[in-house]
Each structure stands twice: as C-alpha cells, then as structure tokens.
C-alpha cells in the first residue's frame, strides 16, 4: 500500500492559506516593528481676531498673512495597535503672530480692525495624544512597507501654553515686547465687569487633521501632514470682547503697568496720535469664536525593526509565495 507524504512546499501552502488572514492582521502589531518615533518641522498659522485680510474676518486660509508664518518643531512616538489604527503622543513648539497694520485696506470691513491697530506675539508649547486612522490599510496586502503610500486621518486631545506680548515703546523712544496677560486690558478680574475673569496661559486642544507616510525604506519614511487644532480659548491674541473704561487701568495697576496698558489697549494712529480712544463697550474683539492655530509639516519617522533578529529571519524564511 502506498502512503502519502506531504511535501514541505504543500506543508507551507497549507500553513500558508489556513493562517493568512492572522498574517495580514499582525503584520504591524508584533513587537518587532509596531513602534515608530521621529521628528517633524514647518509653518504654523495663527487663527483668532488680529491681522486676517480685507472685509469681513474669514476662517481658515482664506484669513491668513503669510509673512507672519514662523517654524515649529515636534517630536513624536507611535504605537500600532492595529495595522489600519495607531496611537501617538507628540510634543511642539512653534511661534504665532497678529499685526493689525498688515491688513489691506479696502474701505470695507477691515476698516475699524486695521484702525484697532494692535498686535502680538507668542510661543506656543504643546503636548497632545492623538488616534491615527489608515483606511486604506482594509485593501493593503502586506509585503513590507519600502515603496508604500500610507494615507491617514488624526483626531486627539491637548494642552499647550501661551502668553501673549505686545510691543510697547517708552517715553524715550525704545520698544520692548511685554507681557499683556497682567494688564487686564479687557477688564479681566475688575470688580466693574464680573464676567470677565482672567484667563490662564494653559488651555485645552482638540487636534484633528490628515496626513500621508511614504516609505523611502522597510523602516523609514517621509511624509507630509495638515494638523489644526480647535481650542478652548479666545485670548491667544489678548483680545476677545470689548473695551473697557481705560481709567480704571490707573485704579488697578501700578504707573508702569498702567501707562503700558493705555498704549496697548488701542493704537489708533500711533503713535502720531496716541490720545484718541474708542467708545466704552465699543467692539475690541469677537468673542463668538475661540482663537486656533494650526501647522503644516514635514515629518520624518523612524519604525523600530531589527531585520537581523532571530525572529525577522524566521519571517523571511518562512513567507508565504505570493500569488497576484
């Protein structure tokens, strides 16, 4: 009688085909590869009530001055819990600016914003974890990463600091950027308006955006990446509602404080005029809408793979013969 002997190809097929849908399903998710970490740096915009366009303040591109555009910088760390979702936990740092007198006057809308005059200045620290979604990762068939085009979807949660500056000019003539958080300009913590309490320099964010990974190498990839961020303030720009009586920034603050705070309240024509001043409860700002920010950035990542592992070796040995 004969007996019959699988091959060790057979074997492999078989293997192969009962086992291919779990091979499709680890194929990031081992610990062997599921960890990325890199760097990424480009513009970051500032969205809120300063600077902006003609007409009527607009959102997103259409309200942005580009020759305020500064760089910022991040870091990030992302682990794969399934090849089509990873998690990240990122930290950046970047710099954001209004100027008032940077807006084209149209004889529109823009008037009385570009009369307001006023501008800032502020680092922004940020930390966040986000959810990345790759869906295209459903019709993916893994054969390795080098070559590949990875689009996803990014949505999370943060915090970052800022703390608005102004530039002031003494009486002597010279300029210096001070802080605008503890000159109350808005009449924040004034028992004459309530409502109106100071805000902290540490506020919440919520990140969303989209991006694309492409694969140079197995463990390597460049990769472009749109992120806003919806926040949960009004006073990134130290300007949100309406002006105050400025006399009470004599009652409230020190001399020093209070001559800087008249200056930077309103700078109607400064400074070849620097008495006129706006009607008390006059518009300032909208505080309608919170303030964002948002980036655009080149990325570099780096995926944690060991191909000399016993384990990789393994892999390659025993990968199954591809079939289209």
Known sequence: MRTAVLSVRTLVLILCFVTSHQSFSQSITTG?????????????????????????????????????????????????????????????????????????????????????????????????????????????????????????????????????????????????????????????????????????????????????????KENFYIGMEVLHRKTFTDYIDDVSTTYIDASLFDQYLPAQQAAMAHQLNYREYFPANQNTRPSLGEQRGNPTQNDAFFSTLLKFGWRLTDQNTPESRAARQMRCPSFY
């Open 32 to 216: 062997n590869g599921k960890v990325e970490f890199g760097l990424g740096l480009g513009p970051m915009f500032f969205l809120g009530d300063l600077g902006g366009h003609g007409g009527e303040g607009k959102t997103f591109l259409k309200d942005l001055n580009l020759p305020l555009t500064k760089i910022s910088t991040g870091l990030f760390l992302n682990i794969y819990a399934a090849d089509w979702l990873g998690f990240r936990a990122a930290v950046n740092h970047g710099k954001v600016e209004g100027y008032d007198n940077l807006i084209k006057d149209k004889y529109g809308d823009e008037y009385f914003r570009k009369l307001r005059n006023l501008q800032f200045r502020s680092t922004i620290l940020e930390a966040y974890v986000a959810a990345e979604i790759y869906p295209t990762a459903f019709v993916e068939r893994y054969d390795g990463f080098q070559g590949k085009l990875r689009p996803y979807g990014i949505i999370g949660i943060g915090v970052f600091k800022f703390n608005p500056k102004g530039e002031y000019f003494d009486p002597n003539g010279t300029s210096r950027w001070v802080e605008l958080q503890p000159l109350h300009l808005e009449g924040q913590g004034m028992a004459e308006y309530p409502d109106r309490k100071d805000y902290k320099l540490t506020a919440t964010e919520v990140p969303m955006g989209f991006g694309a990974k492409y694969y140079l």
